[in-house]
Nanobody, 114 residues
């Protein structure tokens, strides 16, 4: 049974940093594409970043140069390092892994506010 568990969200002031983690179980994650989406209140879910099995990455224009996606295959875990956070980054962040279809984590809340 594939499970993804996110952690690392929380409340941070503008300009601060957070690192989200997505720990996979029931699957050898390094063979598959993984990524992060986010959903802000009243908005559609949007793609944030993707990392494939070769660790090639792709980012939404809104987070390029600000967020970094990475994976630690030994820990079966993916990360999202978020720097220079802005209030508009406030959202629930979801990780996924794409096999024949996508499995999703439960989401972790990120709130950027002073």
């Amino acid at each position: 049974q594939v499970q993804l568990v996110e952690s690392g969200g929380g409340l941070v002031q503008p300009g601060g940093s957070l690192r989200l983690s997505c720990s996979a179980s029931g699957i050898i994650a390094r063979f598959y594409e993984m990524g992060w989406y986010r959903q802000a209140p009243g908005k559609q879910r949007e793609l944030v970043a993707i990392i494939n099995s070769s660790s090639n990455t792709n980012y939404a224009d809104s987070v390029k140069g600000q967020f970094t996606i990475s994976r630690d295959n030994a820990k079966n875990t993916m990360y999202l390092q978020m720097n220079s956070l802005k209030p508009e980054d406030t959202a629930v962040y979801y990780c996924y892994i794409r096999v024949a279809y996508s499995y999703w984590g439960q989401g972790t809340q990120v709130t950027v506010s002073s």
